[in-house]
């Protein structure tokens, strides 16, 4: 991780533009960032209504900056319609979901196209073709964060969706994402009914570095919070860490008997900066005010 902390999303919670009253009450859900999607989850016959319902959604939301808006593959005739919707709404998503993107050029493009009218939301990109994953290095620093897309991506390797079949996109993407210090999220569990295939799932990324996880159940919310917002004892022992490392005045650094190298040094703050970066944007519970203390 380098450079200033981002405020990156632990819950990203996925809804289909297709009822005004569904969206409206994802916002009741305790997710970090809400997404409108736009993209697979409405039909084609329903995209512009879908449009619509966004835009008037946008209007109402109560945080546009954590709103999300999921646009169709760009170089589509429903992308440049997802397009004019961003560019001509009153109250813009402080987050945009790109879907099906090859390379850094089209995270690029849309980036140039949106900050011509004066939008600069934050760009995710859904990193769901082996040209993405070849590229990842380069859309990992074009863009803000990257979520894993495992259904399109096993469906054009021709595999289950299962762990081994997308772990080497999986490092990947966390080694990219730690490289540039981007977001780095979670494809969305698609085994509802098996809440320990969720859990596993949740360990496993967070062994990997990844920082979030989508979900388009709500009843996934609690789970993925519990397991990757900050965690209180985390961030007291990493605070502890540090202020043995600034008292120790560039010399070794001894806590609680042991030896801190720069490597845990470096671990400690990041782990304290992430933590306010993460409460300072999206926590106005007891959970944010552990991680501002």
Not at 200 to 211: A, N
Not at 261 to 277: I, K, Q, S, Y
């Amino acid at each position: 991780m380098t450079g200033h902390a981002r405020a990156i999303p632990r819950s990203i919670l996925y809804t289909p533009a297709l009822s005004m009253d569904r969206v409206v009450k994802a916002w009741s859900y305790d997710a970090d960032v809400h997404v409108i999607d736009l993209e697979d989850a409405v039909p084609q016959p329903e995209k512009q209504v879908a449009r619509q319902m966004c835009r008037a959604a946008l209007e109402k939301a109560p945080e546009p900056a954590n709103i999300g808006v999921r646009l169709n593959q760009l170089g589509t005739a429903e992308a440049v319609h997802d397009l004019l919707l961003l560019i001509e709404s009153p109250v813009r998503p402080g987050i945009v979901v790109m879907t099906m993107v090859d390379s850094a050029v089209e995270v690029e493009l849309l980036r140039a196209t949106l900050a011509s009218v004066g939008a600069h939301p934050e760009i995710y990109v859904t990193l769901e073709t082996p040209a993405a994953v070849a590229a990842v290095d380069a859309i990992a620093a074009a863009a803000d964060g990257l979520i894993l897309g495992s259904a399109d991506l096993a469906a054009t390797l021709g595999v289950e969706i299962t762990w081994a079949g997308l772990l080497a996109a999986r490092q990947a993407m966390a080694m990219a994402c730690a490289r540039h210090g981007k977001a780095c999220v979670d494809t969305a569990n698609f085994r509802l009914a098996e809440p320990e295939a969720l859990a596993e799932e949740i360990g496993r990324v967070r062994e990997l570095g990844f920082h979030g996880k989508v979900t388009v159940h709500p009843s996934e919310l609690d789970a993925i919070n519990l397991a990757l917002r900050p965690d209180p004892d985390e961030l007291r022992q990493a605070r502890r860490v540090t202020a043995a490392v600034r008292s120790a005045n560039g010399g070794i650094a001894v806590l609680d008997g042991n030896m801190v190298g720069p490597p845990f040094a470096r671990m400690a703050r990041t782990t304290v900066t992430l933590g306010e970066a993460w409460a300072a944007r999206f926590a106005s519970g007891p959970a944010g005010a552990e991680a501002r203390r």
